[in-house]
């Protein structure tokens, strides 16, 4: 189930730049890390970038340098700011968000994982 809105892919040549957007559903009331993924053809979802309600960053060497991950805590927004695309970066990019959401009147919560649907980025000359 596509839970999550994403926006940004595209094509666009090696040594560009992308900007990724990724709004989680109001229902969570506690986004806690909120993060990118992206897989390719034949190979595995790997983790791009994430980042915590705090601002603490996670990035994949390959990307570290080239990648910039920031949010918008007020709007449950996560955004992907990708330089110096390489053709290794081609990939069906996913959102994700993490956090909790209340269950009963009480204030009790669950964890809840989420996902977007993908977005397509392809880098090529």
């Known amino acids: 189930q596509v839970q999550l809105v994403e926006s940004g892919g595209g094509l666009v040549q090696p040594g560009g730049s992308l900007r990724l957007s990724c709004r989680a559903p109001?229902?969570?009331?506690?986004?806690?890390?909120m993060g990118w993924y992206r897989q390719s053809p034949g190979k595995e979802r790997e983790l791009v970038a994430s980042?915590?309600?705090?601002?603490?960053?996670t990035y994949a060497d390959s990307v570290k340098g080239r990648f910039i991950i920031s949010r918008d805590n007020a709007a449950n927004t996560v955004y992907l700011e990708m330089n110096g695309l390489k053709p290794v970066d081609t990939a069906v990019y996913f959102c994700?968000?993490?956090?909790?959401?209340?269950?009963?009147?009480?204030?009790?919560?669950?964890?809840?994982?989420?996902w977007g649907q993908g977005t397509q980025v392809t880098v090529s000359s």
């Open positions: 980042i915590t309600s705090g601002g603490s960053t």
């Open positions: 994700n968000a993490r956090g909790h959401v209340i269950v009963n009147v009480e204030g009790a919560t669950r964890e809840v994982n989420y």
């Open positions: 109001g229902r969570i009331f506690s986004v806690t890390t």
